[in-house]
């Protein structure tokens, strides 16, 4: 099967088979980390933009690494100190970037579906790395990409998404991806921060930690989005802790070799425990690292089928 995309703009669109051909071209790239010189020519003398209308630390920068090591030159925009403050719409700026020949543009944004609008009016392709409370497509990979590396496989695994799923981005990407690999998906948190109907996406919903966690395989934890509130979803940031905080404890009820994941950024001590993040069976650093490797893979196959990217990626330069 070749990739048919110009863009990745979700997951809810993707198949099982592309999301597989994502996973394992990302394993080649991981393997480029190793290597001394930690570069492959395959995007060299394509343009690639970073445009983040929201903050980021993991996503941006992995982004910004994934294109030095496919040798792309990458432009970041800071769009506090750009034209966007002078009331240049969303629009004019992807227009910019064209008119300066950007072969790809990531773009963060508050709105969901921003990533879709400039997608249908672009030749460039659009890389949605967050839009709004709607998806964070790459961050659902590179998860997908860290529980197969641990656990040889997702079909059949149990995952357990516990927190702020109502106004979570990567919770919904997640659902989707895990859904379509065959792994069985549980969400839990206070009934605030549940979406209403979010059993139609395919997931079991529980309202007690202990009883979502009952022979958990994977364990993703989620911030508390408070950024996205509009008014107070639960009484207390310490209420919040004390009934929905994961720590060791909670954790005896899941398989003893559980996976315990966290996108970032983590705020310890309110949805998960210091000694929860220091535990052998926690991944979010390896997460972090696989970010870098998806997201190469992700970048080549788009550059491929818009016929940027050279076949042989896996040449040293
Ligand atoms: N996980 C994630 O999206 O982190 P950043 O907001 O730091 O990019």
Partial sequence: MAWNRKDLLDIESLNQEE??????????????????????????????????YEPSTRTRTSFELAAKRLSADIVNIAVDRSSVVKGESLLDTLRTMEAM??????????????PHFLASRSDASIINAGDGMHEHPTQALLDAFSMKEVKGRIKGLTVVIVGDILHSRVARS??????????????????????????????????ELEEALQGADVVNILRIQKERMQRALFPTVREYSHIFGVTLER??????????MHPGPMNQGVEI???????????????????????????????MYRGVADEDSSESQ
């Fill in 19 to 52: 999301i597989e051909m994502i996973l394992d071209s990302a394993v080649a790239y991981k393997e480029v980390f190793t290597r001394s010189i930690k570069k492959v020519p395959t995007l060299r003398g394509k343009t690639v933009v970073n445009l983040f």
């Fill in 101 to 114: 020949k950007a072969d790809m543009v990531i773009i963060r944004h508050s709105c969901s579906g921003a």
């Fill in 174 to 207: 997640n659902i989707w991806c895990l859904n379509k690999l065959g792994a069985t998906v549980r969400v839990v948190g206070p009934s605030t921060l549940i979406p209403r109907e979010v059993e139609r996406l395919g997931v079991k919903v529980f309202y």
């Fill in 251 to 260: 954790l005896r009820a899941a398989k003893p070799d559980v996976t315990i």
């Fill in 273 to 303: 425990d210091a000694a929860v993040v220091e535990d052998p069976r926690t991944i979010i650093r390896e997460q972090v690292t696989n970010g870098v490797a998806v997201r190469m893979a992700i970048m080549v196959l788009l550059g």
